[in-house]
Each structure stands twice: as C-alpha cells, then as structure tokens.
C-alpha cells in the first residue's frame, strides 16, 4: 500500500506541472507520503473506491466556473488487492453528471490502477460522445459563456465534458520533461486552425493524424477537431487530432 501512496503523491506533482499552463494549480499542495495516506483512508460513501479523498479540483485559467476533477477511481481499501476495472466504470462516472455531482461541462481525468486497455478506452470514447450529445441539447452555463467572452477564451462544446482515463504509473514522472519528448500545443479556436489550414494549404483530414487517446493528447486536452502543434527545434509540425 505504500507503493500506491507514493504513486499518487507522485501523479498529484506530475499533475501539478503538466495542467499549469491551463489549469490554476496554485492551490493544489505539496503532501508527504504520510498526508497522502491519511487523505487515501478517510471514510468514503460513494461508489468510486476508497482513494476519494486524494481527489482534487483545479479550476480554468481563463474559464473559472469550468472544472476539471482528477479523480483516483476503484482503488481499493488499505490491506486489500484492487478489483479490476470494468466498462460498468463508465456508468459510475456518469452517474456523477446525472446527478449533478459534478457540473455538466465539467471534465474528469480518471486515474486507475490498472490498464487501460483498448476495450476501456472505447468505452470512455462512447461516454464522451454521450456527454457531448447532452451538452448539445442543453446550452453551457450563463456564467462560462459571460467568462469566456470577458477573457477573449472561447471554447466550442467539444472542449467541454471531457472524460480521459490513466494508469496511474504513466503519470508517476512527468514523460513530458524527457529530452525525446517535444512540446505539444493544442490549437482549439476556429480561427487559428482555419489559418494554420490555410498555411498548410490542406483540408483537416489532410494532416497528419494524432489520435484523441495520444498520451500527449490526453494529458493536454487535445479533442477531436483540434489541432496539435509540434515544436521539434526549428521545425514546426501540425497535427489534426481525430476521435477513435
């Protein structure tokens, strides 16, 4: 168990560097092992393991009533073996929309101790299109379209409600720093991704592809209509990110 402490006190610093450049991070704290492990056994009630209390929320830079919620999803109780993750996960999640729990624009990044395999990523690609399907039928809330109007921030439906999940030893060190690994920006207003087409003299589909379950993607948000931009020395590389 005191493996499992180390590595989310490790993610929550990974974390805390990666999401900076959009998320406030401020005020997520530096934690010893030992505070991480109280947080890790305060009773919980709900039915997404026994980690709640290692959650954390961080709010949006430009966007502050829109949330993103990391959350430590079906670890198990202190002294017992983690049970495998399954698609009746994606319900769980959801239920925490449907009942308002969590906002209905609000995104999640869902850390597991276990793989992620291409069956669960499927799954949570159909809970995306679904929250989307929602977002559609209802429209954003008042106070973020006033934010992001008054912040020059405007964000499209898709940017919202996103739900990605992780293994918890792919966020234990922050890959991102490795000297291999270049920058990846998300280009998401319409008008800079009509330029860089323009640039490029191409139609989106036309680009080279990254995928929206890319680790790089996954970690900066980068969804389905988006485009990636790859920093490699004095090389600059386009990439339109595409749904599975």
Same mark, same amino acid.
């Given at each position: 168990?005191?493996?499992?402490i ?7 610093? %990974?974390?805390k560097?990666?999401?900076? @450049?959009?998320?406030?991070t ?17 009773i919980?009630?709900?039915s997404?393991?026994?980690?709640? *209390? @290692?959650?954390?929320s961080?709010?949006h ?17 202190? *002294? ?5 993750? %399954?698609?009746?996960a ?8 449907e009942t308002e729990?969590?906002?209905k ?5 869902i850390?597991?101790?276990?793989n ?10 159909g809970?995306n ?8 039928? %209802? ?12 912040n020059?921030?405007?964000l499209?439906?898709r ?17 991102t720093?490795h ?8 280009i998401?207003k319409?008008?800079?991704?009509e330029?860089?087409?323009r640039?490029?003299? @191409? ?5 080279p592809?990254?995928?929206?379950d890319d680790?790089?993607?996954k ?5 389905? *209509?988006?485009?990636c931009?790859?920093i490699?020395g ?5 990439? *339109?990110?595409?749904d599975?």
């Amino acid at each position: 168990m005191n493996n499992i402490i180390d590595k989310i006190n490790r993610t929550r610093t %990974t974390l805390k560097e990666v999401i900076s @450049c959009e998320w406030d991070t401020d005020k997520i704290p530096d934690l010893s092992n030992q505070e991480v492990e109280k947080l890790y056994s305060l009773i919980n009630h709900d039915s997404i393991g026994h980690a709640g *209390g @290692c959650n954390f929320s961080v709010s949006h830079k430009k966007i502050p009533s829109y949330k993103l919620h990391v959350i430590y999803f079906n670890f198990p109780e202190i *002294g017992r073996l983690n049970s495998k993750i %399954t698609r009746s996960a994606v319900d769980k999640i959801y239920s925490l929309y449907e009942t308002e729990i969590i906002n209905k624009e609000d995104s999640l990044f869902i850390i597991i101790n276990d793989n992620v395999s291409e069956t669960l990523n499927k799954s949570f690609q159909g809970l995306n299109i679904k929250l989307q399907a929602s977002l559609t039928k %209802t429209p954003l809330s008042h106070t973020i379209i006033q934010e992001m109007k008054k912040n020059d921030h405007i964000l499209e439906n898709r940017h919202f409600a996103n739900v990605h999940v992780f293994n918890i030893n792919s966020l234990t060190n922050n890959f991102t720093k490795h000297v291999l690994v270049k920058p990846h920006i998300p280009i998401r207003k319409k008008e800079d991704i009509e330029y860089i087409l323009r640039l490029c003299r @191409c139609d989106f589909n036309q680009l080279p592809v990254i995928r929206s379950d890319d680790p790089q993607a996954k970690l900066n948000r980068i969804v389905g *209509g988006d485009i990636c931009k790859i920093i490699r020395g004095e090389n600059i590389i386009y990439r *339109g990110c595409h749904d599975l």
